[in-house]
C-alpha cells in the first residue's frame, strides 16, 4: 500500500508518497484540472492501492478530492485541519513547508484509522458548478 499526503494550496499541490515507511521526495502540481490529472496519472503508475489524504482547506481541496476519488486503485480521506495539526505537535513537527505538511499527512494516513471521503452525487457536483461559474455548460460537464 501507498500512502500520499497532499498540501493544498489555492495554485498548488504538494505531494509526498511513505511506501513501506520511506518517505519519498516531494513533487509539485497546479491545482486546477491539468494538475490533477497528472497527479491522477502518477499516482496510476503502481499497482498497488493508494490512499491519499489532504485537509481541508476552504474551497481548494474539494476539485481535487473529487478527481482522485474517482480515480482507479485511489482512496481519498480528507481530514479536520485541527487534526492534523494535533497529530504534527505529537509527532514533535513543528516545522511548517509545504512538503514537511504534505510528508506529516501522509503518515497520518498510514497511521491512523483511514475514513474514505465520499464524493457528492452527480446531481450535487452539478449544482456546484452552476453556482461557482454561472454556467449551465459547465453543469451539464459535471452532471455526466
Sequence with gaps: MQFVGIDVGSKELVAVAVVKGKAHKAQSFQNDAEGHLALINKLGKTSEPVRVCLEATGSYHFDVAVALSKA?????????????????????????????????????????????WQCPDKTRLALRAYASTGSAQVAAVWAN
Design 72 to 116: 482507479a486503485n485511489v482512496e481519498v480521506m480528507v481530514v479536520n485541519p485541527k487534526a492534523s495539526k494535533h497529530f504534527a505537535e505529537a509527532l514533535m513537527n513543528r516545522a511548517k513547508t509545504d512538503m514537511q505538511d504534505a510528508e506529516m499527512l501522509a503518515r497520518y494516513c498510514e497511521r491512523m484509522d483511514f475514513n474514505a
